[in-house]
């Protein structure tokens, strides 16, 4: 009877022992790091989705600033992305997805095509690779913010109250991080832009030496004068992604990034870039 017991007992400890490491790995498979990195690996493996987002730039004050945007987006076949860009007015005027369908930009639109090449996505020009593989739209593409978003130093936690059937995760970079990461994608901005400058000179100035000095000047000192005013700001983002608990995957990206410097004259000049996409048409 005693070796009976001894095996009872035996079974027992042994069950609660599964028990624990069973809910050990539930609890470290729904922390919100493991979630939010495979809600990022869900997005990146898809075939086809849409996307849909607006920005806007609020001032000190918490005034919305005159600079409100829309941009709609439409992977197709994995590594092919097509992104439309307006004012918001322009886009309640027509529906693009219907333009970025035609292949056109629309009235008040800016269209740029991407390809997705060794896990980064490159603008494309009509038939070739952009000459510095970068885009005026990059930064708005939630794709490739979420894919750079998971290679930073940040914290996770999750939100309470989310909706019945999702999760919220709140991602927030590191301050260092987060002014480091924005600075390389103003500049890959601002290095966009000279191609475009060389491009409008030969349609509008042909070989006009005086002009194309005069517009490198231009584009030269705001590249040093944007980076100047970045080395010098403070810079805080947060990330707030919901994501579907069925699927995994995102069903909406919201972001806060504020920047904060202090004026020559003494005055403290901040303002915060807001947007808001939502995802949907996965295949």
């Known amino acids: 009877m005693r070796w009976k ?19 050990t790995l539930t609890e470290q498979q729904n ?13 990146a493996g898809k075939e086809m989705l849409t996307f849909k987002g607006q920005a806007g730039v609020i001032s000190k004050n918490g005034l919305l600033m005159n600079k409100q945007f829309a941009y709609h987006g439409k992977v197709s076949n994995h590594d092919e992305l097509t992104m439309l860009w307006g004012s918001a ?12 369908e035609r292949g056109v ?12 090449l060794d896990g980064k996505w490159i603008a494309m020009t009509p038939g070739r690779i952009a000459i510095n593989g970068a885009g005026m739209l990059n930064r708005f593409n939630p794709i490739q913010e979420l894919e750079e978003l998971n290679s930073l130093n940040k914290t996770i936690r999750m939100e309470a109250g989310a909706a019945r059937g999702t999760w919220v995760v709140r ?20 290095n966009a832009i000279n191609p475009q400058l060389l491009q409008a000179k030969m349609k509008y100035g042909g070989t006009n030496r005086e002009l194309q000095q005069k517009l490198n000047r231009i584009w030269a000192q705001g590249r040093e004068d944007m980076s100047s005013q970045l080395e010098h700001s403070d810079v805080q ?19 806060e990034c504020r920047i904060a410097r202090q004026e020559a004259v003494g005055e403290k000049h901040e303002e915060a870039l807001i947007t808001r996409v939502a995802f949907e048409g996965y295949k």
């Not at 017991?5 to 809910?23: F, I, K, P, T």
């Not at 922390?31 to 997005?43: N, T």
């Not at 930009?105 to 997705?116: A, C, D, P, Q």
């Open 171 to 190: 991602i927030e970079p590191e301050p260092a991080s987060a002014k480091r990461w924005l600075k390389e994608r103003l500049m890959k901005e601002m």
């Open 5 to 23: 017991r001894e095996w009872v007992m035996l079974v027992c400890m042994l069950l609660v022992m599964c028990s624990l490491s069973g809910c």
């Open 237 to 255: 983002a947060v990330y707030h992604l919901t994501i579907d608990r069925q699927t995994g995957l995102p069903l909406k990206l919201s972001s």
């Open 89 to 100: 007015a322009a886009f309640n005027k027509q529906s693009s997805y219907a333009a970025l």
């Open 105 to 116: 930009s629309g009235e008040g639109g800016t269209k740029e095509r991407f390809l997705r």
């Open 31 to 43: 922390a919100p790091e493991q979630i939010f990195k495979r809600a990022v690996a869900g997005i």
